[in-house]
């Protein structure tokens, strides 16, 4: 739980179990109390449920469910909070981004979700060679973990091997139809390559899941202006 979804999330007045949750949890939120916001969920709230809070026409509800979806929610969740990507609210959508994110980056082996995560901060050290010898090893001993995959992508990125990375975001989709990080990063590596009608396709598809990234929305901008310009309108 981060700070800014702390600072997000208001109670307003009371709407059943949009309230009901709100009420339940703030205590934790303040407190940044991640283990104790997560035994009480587990047992007073089933998944299912905060997955139907999406939809509430609070926007503070649909904040606290997100976040908490973040703290509890799996794989099978994701659908539901890519759909909040399409929210009004800003916060929402930011809420809803960050809890795809807690999830992708879980992995119910201990192990492999810290070796993950030792390779996303050997990525940040910009050591990318030894993050990618590490994900490799990740892959090998969890071959459907999508985030590997992604993490890997972005690593083969920084050591400028493009083929290497659109590959392992090909495989990263596959596996995770809603990651629009995935698509939006092959669409830079096939720009890289010159295939600009192929990044078209991938960054419109990027926001047709995340309408938000607007530096997406840029480089379609830039890209669509390039074609034009030769005469190859990219459609």
Request: aromatic fraction near 6%; hydrophobic fraction near 45%; glycine fraction near 4%.
């Amino acid at each position: 739980m981060s700070v800014t979804q702390a600072d997000a999330i208001s109670i307003g007045p009371p709407t059943s179990a949009g309230h009901d949750l709100v009420s339940s949890t703030v205590h934790y939120f303040r407190h940044y109390d991640v283990e104790g916001l997560a035994c009480e969920l587990r047992e007073h709230w089933t998944t299912e449920e905060l997955v139907l809070l999406l939809a509430s026409d609070r926007d503070d509800t649909v904040k606290v469910a997100a976040a908490c979806l973040g703290v509890v929610g799996t794989f099978r969740d994701c659908a539901a909070l890519a759909r909040t990507l399409n929210h009004d609210d800003a916060l929402v959508v930011s809420m809803a981004e960050h809890a795809l994110w807690l999830i992708w980056l879980r992995h119910p082996d201990a192990d492999i979700r810290r070796d993950l995560h030792v390779a996303v901060r050997l990525i940040d050290h910009n050591r990318e060679r030894h993050a990618v010898e590490r994900l490799s090893e990740v892959i090998a001993r969890a071959p459907d973990f999508a985030e590997a995959y992604n993490q890997r992508a972005i690593a083969y990125c920084f050591i400028d091997r493009p083929l290497e990375a659109i590959a392992d975001y090909k495989r990263t989709i596959r596996l995770n139809p809603h990651h629009f990080a995935a698509l939006a990063g092959m669409g830079h590596c096939l720009v890289q390559l010159n295939r600009f009608h192929e990044a078209l396709q991938a960054y419109r598809a990027a926001l047709n899941i995340h309408p938000r990234m607007d530096g997406v929305r840029q480089s379609i901008r830039q890209l669509s202006s390039i074609l034009n310009r030769v005469g190859t309108p990219g459609h």
